[in-house]
């Protein structure tokens, strides 16, 4: 069994890798702060900014592969913290990056769809890239820094949403819980992305860890959808009534930093690359509802301890 670090353990992403990951691969996990009860060979709650700290674990544990989703993803903030954004962002991928090479080990970096400006949308891998916030420029530079210092690097680019272990919201969480309250809810009809479900991009990760390719890839769902549609597809398969969405522009909000409107990911890449079905909106929902009637969402709270 291979043996697999993921960084950010006690997140949105890692905290599903952690556990749909349980019998596949033999695991340990970084998180800041938290700690984790997922059944672990070793974990830590370091800053990954301490390079010295960051490279000792690395090299004891003698990882396989490492899975980088440790990031600061608060978009807002990001912008009003510039510095810290392009600490965490940029300068811990690029230590954890060097640890891996060191160890041998292939990094997989979780990176964004916002490193496109979303002028026209169904971006590929090669696509040229324009960020249009402090966030997306820090997790660009992420990319470069982990391209560079480690020589068997995947930049998995997507726009994930899913189950949180923790008590804060998900984009998807947000929706599930004012659609469930029957409270009015405005959802950007101009507004587009491809979005794919955790645990189907775990899926996705865990053949790239076994596979031979590296490079950049777009791993997100197999359809362009405006988040008004998503909402709308959520409350379908939820069974939750639509009369409370409302459509709106993100031209009339006034979020801090600026959001790219058509960031949509072209997948024929990832498509030719990997086995792993990429899911519509629709299909992954639905795992999504599948996932909290059998227990999972249970099971991932109890996974984590902040
Ligand atoms: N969520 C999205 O919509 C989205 C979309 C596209 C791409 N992504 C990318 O997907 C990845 C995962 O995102 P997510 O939503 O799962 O993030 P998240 O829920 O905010 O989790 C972030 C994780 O990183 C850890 N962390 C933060 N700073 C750290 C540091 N300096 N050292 C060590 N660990 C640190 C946190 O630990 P503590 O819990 O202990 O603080 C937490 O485990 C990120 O790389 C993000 O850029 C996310």
């Not at 391209?147 to 189950?163: D, F, H, M, P, Q």
């Not at 596979?211 to 362009?224: H, K, M, Y």
């Not at 058509?262 to 899911?279: Q, R």
């Given at each position: 069994m291979k043996k697999v670090l993921i960084t950010g353990g006690t997140g949105l992403l890692g905290a599903n890798l952690l556990l749909d990951f349980q019998n596949k691969f033999s695991l340990s996990s970084i998180q800041l702060e938290g700690r984790v009860?997922?059944?672990?060979?070793k974990q830590a709650s370091l800053n990954l900014c301490n390079k010295e700290k960051t490279k000792q674990f690395v090299k004891e544990l003698k990882p396989d592969a490492i899975v980088h989703t440790a990031a600061l993803v608060n978009i807002d903030y990001c912008e009003s913290h510039r510095d810290e954004a392009f600490k965490v962002n940029a300068e811990a991928t690029a230590n954890i990056a060097e640890a891996a090479e060191e160890a041998g080990a292939k990094m997989i970096f979780v990176s964004t769809?916002?490193?496109?400006?979303?002028?026209?949308?169904?971006?590929?891998?090669e696509g040229s890239t324009n960020p249009a916030n402090v966030y997306a420029e820090s997790k660009l530079e992420g990319e470069k820094l982990a391209l560079e210092k480690n020589s068997n690097c995947v930049v998995a680019r997507t726009s994930i949403y899913g189950w949180n272990a923790q008590a804060k919201q998900s984009l998807s969480e947000w929706m599930y819980n004012g659609l469930k309250e029957g409270k009015e809810i405005k959802f950007f009809e101009d507004v587009f992305f491809s979005p794919i479900l955790v645990n189907n991009f775990g899926r996705a990760i865990a053949e790239i860890i076994e596979n031979e390719f590296t490079g950049v890839l777009n791993?997100?769902?197999s359809q362009r959808i405006s988040k008004l549609e998503f909402g709308r597809t959520l409350a379908d398969v939820f069974g939750?009534?639509?009369?409370?969405i409302v459509a709106s522009s993100i031209l009339d909000s006034e979020l801090a930093a600026k959001r790219p409107l058509d960031a949509s990911l072209n997948v024929e890449k990832a498509k030719k690359i990997l086995e792993t079905e990429l899911l519509d909106a629709k299909a992954g929902l639905e795992e999504k509802k599948l996932l909290l009637e059998k227990g999972f969402v249970e099971k991932l709270r109890r996974g984590v301890d902040l």
């Amino acid at each position: 069994m291979k043996k697999v670090l993921i960084t950010g353990g006690t997140g949105l992403l890692g905290a599903n890798l952690l556990l749909d990951f349980q019998n596949k691969f033999s695991l340990s996990s970084i998180q800041l702060e938290g700690r984790v009860n997922f059944p672990v060979e070793k974990q830590a709650s370091l800053n990954l900014c301490n390079k010295e700290k960051t490279k000792q674990f690395v090299k004891e544990l003698k990882p396989d592969a490492i899975v980088h989703t440790a990031a600061l993803v608060n978009i807002d903030y990001c912008e009003s913290h510039r510095d810290e954004a392009f600490k965490v962002n940029a300068e811990a991928t690029a230590n954890i990056a060097e640890a891996a090479e060191e160890a041998g080990a292939k990094m997989i970096f979780v990176s964004t769809d916002s490193v496109f400006n979303g002028k026209t949308g169904n971006y590929r891998e090669e696509g040229s890239t324009n960020p249009a916030n402090v966030y997306a420029e820090s997790k660009l530079e992420g990319e470069k820094l982990a391209l560079e210092k480690n020589s068997n690097c995947v930049v998995a680019r997507t726009s994930i949403y899913g189950w949180n272990a923790q008590a804060k919201q998900s984009l998807s969480e947000w929706m599930y819980n004012g659609l469930k309250e029957g409270k009015e809810i405005k959802f950007f009809e101009d507004v587009f992305f491809s979005p794919i479900l955790v645990n189907n991009f775990g899926r996705a990760i865990a053949e790239i860890i076994e596979n031979e390719f590296t490079g950049v890839l777009n791993v997100a769902g197999s359809q362009r959808i405006s988040k008004l549609e998503f909402g709308r597809t959520l409350a379908d398969v939820f069974g939750f009534g639509k009369e409370k969405i409302v459509a709106s522009s993100i031209l009339d909000s006034e979020l801090a930093a600026k959001r790219p409107l058509d960031a949509s990911l072209n997948v024929e890449k990832a498509k030719k690359i990997l086995e792993t079905e990429l899911l519509d909106a629709k299909a992954g929902l639905e795992e999504k509802k599948l996932l909290l009637e059998k227990g999972f969402v249970e099971k991932l709270r109890r996974g984590v301890d902040l």
